[in-house]
């Protein structure tokens, strides 16, 4: 089964709780993180997703990342991520 995760637009300290809250309840060997809102993604929320991507890696499970929009694109950039190997925890670990 796959479930689809629909991430704000701003993604900051304050979303932090809200985010770990959602992506630690599903237990679905499939997750689509869809990007597509995003214009602000702080090192909080991203460490959320990091930890999320690796935990479920480790279980066997597989995350993937869609539809980035440009802004999400360029963060991730800046911390050294891509959409693919932001999931990919063997690019990063």
């Known amino acids: 089964m796959t479930t689809h995760v629909q991430l704000h637009d701003r993604l900051d300290y304050q979303s932090v709780m809200p985010l ?53 694109v360029d963060i991730l950039s800046l911390f050294g991520f891509s959409p693919e190997t932001l999931t990919q925890t063997e690019a990063w670990t």
């Open 20 to 72: 770990m809250e959602e992506l630690k309840t599903i237990t679905d060997d499939e997750l689509v993180i869809d990007a597509g809102n995003v214009r602000h993604l702080g090192t909080l929320p991203l460490q959320v997703i990091l930890a999320t991507v690796k935990q479920r890696t480790a279980q066997g499970k597989h995350t993937r990342l869609t539809n980035a929009s440009d802004g999400c």
